[in-house]
């Protein structure tokens, strides 16, 4: 108990934890040792998380809803006889993230939220770097195209994302309503994805800036409920998604980001998807290879995830890996929501809209990150000072 309190309490082990378990792109494909220490670090993290975790002896509704994810999606991985090394290294650093963010917040919340905004704000710093100096990439993609030290210049945004609610969580913990070193990170971010020009980051930036600023001007609390921000999710889903209404936003679409109303091939994408999901609706087809994925929804090299990430649970996991998810929301939503009047509980709510609002045209597959963000909102109660019986100013 001393070791596991020790543990918690020491901000290299909290920021060692959450980089090694949100491995840049760069190194997981193109430097195979390094790839493998990653692999070597974080199993033995996780490894210490569990028994850390195992001293607590209460399993939350959160945690049984994450297993559920991650149980239909072994089976059908295994049933379906995919590659099921790939699909752990996809369930372990989601499960040890959430593991650690739950007992840390109980633990140290202010040590914790430190520890993954440095952790962000180092990965968002090198990424910038390749961007500006390696405008043509570090490397290249099996589809050509080019990458940096995230990955894609679609994917930045998670760790952006991520960044910007840590970091200002990290702020309101200081007892101010911006900072020197968040303005940086925010100028870092907002750089690195003009530099790309990613429409999606671009979008997740503005819903995120636009909804921070209006949580300071506009106090009706049920604007900044999780439960709202689902409910504008499963419309933006079906609206685009399914009955493909996005030419109502062409000015936006075509006239501002430059980009066609097809989505980038994304609305051809998804009609093979759901195609697909017709074949296997109840637990979909696992996790698969981006060879065989790609191979199954017509060959484009492109087509390595569902760019949608409801249609990417579904495609995986099927109805019940969906139900699943859909508990881990609800839960969520459960304990944020009831702490939405404080001004931590509404910036989780607000990135959390952010992810919502671009996961309608990219999913990033399972990432980390997203979850580390939900594990915050389901344990907000520890981040307000006035709910830990802290004086606040």
């Known amino acids: 108990m001393k070791i596991k309190k020790a543990c918690l309490n020491n ?46 002896r209460k399993i939350s509704r959160f945690d049984i809803a994450l297993a559920c994810m991650g149980v239909i999606l072994m089976a059908s991985t295994i049933f379906h006889q995919g590659p099921i090394w790939k699909c752990l290294k996809y369930l372990w650093p989601i499960a040890a993230v959430c593991l650690l963010t739950e007992m840390a917040a109980k633990e140290n919340p202010d040590l ?41 210049e679609n994917v930045f945004i998670v760790t952006i994302l991520a960044g910007l609610c840590v970091g200002y969580l990290d702020v309101l913990r200081r007892k101010k309503k911006i ?21 999606t980051a671009l979008i997740g930036l503005t819903i995120f800036a636009a909804a921070l600023v209006c949580s300071y001007l506009i106090s009706w609390k049920w604007l900044y409920k999780l439960k709202t921000y689902i409910a504008v999710w499963c419309a933006g889903f079906f609206g685009i998604t399914i009955f493909r209404l996005q030419y109502l936003f062409k000015p936006i679409i075509v006239n501002l980001l430059h980009k066609k ?24 087809y696992g996790v698969e290879t981006a060879e065989s994925f790609s191979e199954k929804l017509g060959g484009d090299p492109h087509w390595v995830h569902a760019h949608n990430y409801i249609l990417e649970l579904l495609i ?45 045209g990219d999913c990033f597959e399972m990432r980390t990150l997203f979850y580390m963000i939900l594990a915050l909102g389901f344990s907000c109660e520890y981040l307000i000072p006035e709910r830990r019986g802290e004086k606040t100013v």
């Open 112 to 152: 914790m939220i430190r520890a993954q905004y440095y952790m962000c704000y180092l990965q968002v710093a090198i990424n910038t770097l390749t961007v500006a100096l390696l405008p043509d990439g570090l490397y290249k993609a099996n589809d050509n195209e080019r990458q940096f030290w995230l990955g894609n």
């Open 261 to 284: 109303l097809n989505l980038t091939k994304r609305t051809k994408l998804w009609d093979y998807i759901l195609e697909a999901i017709k074949e296997s609706p109840v637990w979909g």
């Open 11 to 56: 901000f290299w082990f909290l920021f060692a934890a959450y980089l090694l378990f949100w491995e840049p792109a760069y190194i997981k494909t193109q430097l195979y040792w390094a790839d493998k220490v990653f692999d070597a670090g974080n199993l033995l993290f996780l490894a210490v998380i569990l028994i850390f975790y195992a001293m607590e």
């Open 179 to 199: 900072t020197l070193d968040y303005l940086v990170f925010a100028a870092l971010s907002l750089w690195s994805v003009v530099l790309v020009w990613s429409a």
């Open 316 to 360: 995986k996991g099927g109805v019940l890996v969906l139900a699943a998810f859909l508990a881990l929301l609800f839960f969520t939503a459960q304990k944020l929501d009831k702490c939405i009047e404080h001004r931590e509980a509404k910036v989780i709510s607000i990135s959390l809209l952010a992810y919502f609002i671009v996961f309608i």
